[in-house]
């Protein structure tokens, strides 16, 4: 079993900046990908970035290049950084685990608005 705990999340106006941590417990040893999803009202739950164990990184299209997804192992915690931030981000933002038997983990989630 692997447990996730997100934080960072909240209120940003747009344009603005935050930072998202999701620490990972339990049976951290299986890790194969970590990853950052999220979902908007009304609509299904999308891939924001993946990161690998090697570091290697992928990205939904509508955040590459004002997000980015790091990793410290040592720690057994993700973060994303999120820049220039817009309305259509606001989202609960989950943390995913998935093992080398694939099988996924998911966190509680973390609510970003973006709002004036």
């Known amino acids: 079993q692997v447990q996730l705990v997100e934080s960072g999340g909240g209120l940003v106006q747009p344009g603005g900046s935050l930072r998202l941590s999701c620490e990972a417990s339990?049976?951290?040893?299986?890790?194969?990908?970590m990853a950052w999803y999220r979902q908007s009202l009304g609509k299904e739950r999308e891939l924001v970035a993946r990161?690998?164990?090697?570091?290697?990184?992928t990205y939904g299209d509508s955040v590459k290049g004002r997000f980015t997804i790091s990793r410290d192992k040592g720690k057994n915690t993700i973060y994303l950084q999120l820049n220039r931030l817009e309305p259509e981000d606001t989202a609960i933002f989950y943390c995913?685990?998935?093992?080398?038997?694939?099988?996924?983990?998911w966190g509680k989630g973390t609510l970003v608005t973006v709002s004036s």
């Open positions: 990161i690998t164990m090697g570091g290697s990184a």
């Open positions: 995913n685990f998935r093992g080398l038997d694939l099988i996924d983990y």
């Open positions: 339990g049976s951290v040893d299986t890790l194969n990908t």
